[in-house]
């Protein structure tokens, strides 16, 4: 659109868009941006390419993104390899609002371009579109030298749809970097690969890092495979809580009389959230052994643990013969 076709008082403002002074050029995009003309959709775009300020071109984004008019869409796509950290992550912000499966094949195109910071933005918004298209483009970022990508790579599976067996992803519960192994535990309660319970187990019992330790605790719990008991009961003596909170939750899935003792004597956990969760499997397991434990709770500090531990005294009683007296 030519300048003479606008509101004149757009026009005056898309104008000074041009001016050799940033301090114009602000005032000019602030207001054009305050003003909310869609006929300044194309000049702002051309700042998208041409201004070399971040800040200009940030607002630019930021006013592109309020119209949310899809011409824009493909340069800010383009801005996701921007150099400058608040243009991306705006352009970021704006597309995971924007883009739709109409722009999957834009998106993966830019996945094969080197540009690292388009890559991983690019990863983030497939987890928008879901689309299992993406599958073939994503896979090659598993072996990516870069550890971010490998992580965002394995994040980005979990969103797919329909995939639930991917075994190029399995490697990645080895891998040296503990954030790809965090988020591969995560991925790996999404699947359904053979090989995906007894890799949980072994990050449940063995891996070095803590979150992923706990993480494994909750994609056990997710998957309520009774092949993992074993891994579970040795993982209530983690030595840290938010591990045993996970595994009591996920022994809460899977009742096997085998947890009974560990459940027991979590019970006296120094940490309520352990106490709860203990508490309540206790009450799926309903045994009778459980009730002199779970009565001694009713008198512990933290309310929440009461609550749940004559929840499980109940179901327990419930569940027992009607002869019983206890």
Known sequence: MHNTD????????VEMLRSPQ???????VKTLQHLGDE??????????????????????VTTLWEFANPVAIPPLIECLSSPHANVRDEALSALKELVSTNDLMKLLDVLQVG????????LVLLR????????????????????TLREAAVITLRYLN??????????????ANAS??????????????????????ELLTSDADWQVRRNAAQSLDLLANPAAIAALIAAMGDPEWQVRKFTARALQKTADERALPVLIKALADEYSDVRRDAATALGKLAQAEALPALQQT????????????QRAIDAIQKSLPETSNV
């Open 6 to 13: 606008m509101d004149p008082e757009v026009a005056q403002w």
């Open 22 to 28: 940033l301090d114009d050029r602000l005032v000019a």
């Open 39 to 60: 006929d300044a959709i194309e000049p702002l775009i051309g700042v998208l390419y041409n201004e070399e300020n971040p800040t200009v071109q940030e607002i630019a």
């Open 115 to 122: 540009n690292t910071y388009a890559q991983l933005n690019v």
């Open 128 to 147: 928008k579109i879901h689309d299992a298209q993406a599958l073939p483009f994503v896979l090659p970022f598993f072996e990516s030298e870069n550890p």
């Open 162 to 175: 329909q995939v639930v067996r991917c075994e190029p992803a399995l490697a990645l519960a080895q891998d």
């Open 180 to 201: 790809v192994r965090r988020a591969t535990a995560l991925t790996l309660g999404h699947l359904s690969d053979a090989e995906v319970v007894p890799l949980l187990c």
């Open 298 to 309: 009713l008198n512990d500090p933290d309310m929440d643990v009461r609550i749940f531990s």
